[in-house]
């Protein structure tokens, strides 16, 4: 038996220098160590693709109750109407009017309830640590919801022109007016419901505004008093019910069809920024 004890070879091991090279002296040793670098953001278009995939398959539970609700009204507003307006400029109107109302209802009425629900709820912190710009969450969420009124936009213009006697050779135009009214109307839904203090306020504003494309879209201009008409050119859903209605002429005014559909575009650009300026300020609060 060896008569080596323990207690020897303890400071023998705690003498040993570890393995490996020795730690370098200087300056660098004493730095503190640096936080790995963050993920780029994400482009604006791949952000708008993502967001408008997850708000379309949000939206699509209510896919069909929306889409009966807002053709079942605007289809209803016609029938009322055909018992006032026998035919002329007057049915053009009622039945473009009727038509972008389905947008209306959608873009501007429903899409000011939801940012004032998200508001309201906290679900904007969710979308502000996201690494997305701000704008593809306004444009995702409303090219989402506008995307479901296209059918209901043509079931109720077909309705209108076989109520009212119409032609239907124009009715490729609303592939050109329902995107351009309804980022006009979105981008202004979105605003009223981010700049709103309050769920309610936001839900009473959406309900506002589509009862002004209501007043203001489908009642013919001839019949209102020039204030009204003044008013009336100040709503962005305006120029895309002129354009749909100058179709409806036996020989249509094209240039004034695409110019009337020029200044929707504008619009609906200026829409777009104010509601992404609006919801930068609603997201750092």
Known sequence: ?????????????ATEAP???APAAGPDRDRAPQPAPLAPRAGLLPALAAVYRAQLSRARVA?????????????????????????????????????????AFVALNLLAQYFGQL?????????????????????GAAAA????????????????????????????????????????????GAALGLL??????????????MSAALLLGVLPPERMPGVVVWARDLLPSTYGVEAFARTFAPHPDWTAVFLDLGVCAAVGVLSLAAATWAYRRAAVR
């Open 196 to 209: 709103a203090p309050r769920q309610e306020l936001a839900t009473l504003a959406g309900q506002l505004g």
């Open 1 to 13: 038996m060896s008569d080596r004890s323990t207690g020897a070879v303890v400071p023998a091991l």
């Open 63 to 103: 896919r069909i109750p929306l889409l009966f609700v807002a053709t079942f009204q605007s289809v209803g507003i016609m029938i009322l109407m055909r018992g006032v307006v026998d035919g002329g400029s007057e049915a053009r109107a009622v039945v473009a009017g009727s038509s972008v109302l389905v947008v």
């Open 145 to 188: 919801y506008a995307s479901f009124t296209l059918p209901g936009t043509l079931v109720t213009a077909v309705f209108g022109c076989v109520l009212f006697g119409l032609p239907m050779g124009g009715l490729w135009i609303l592939a050109a007016v329902v995107p351009l009214a309804g980022a006009a109307l979105a981008g202004l």
């Open 19 to 21: 393995p490996g090279p």
């Open 119 to 139: 508001r309201a709820g906290g679900g904007l912190d969710h979308y502000a640590t996201l690494p997305v710009p701000p704008a593809s969450v306004v444009l």
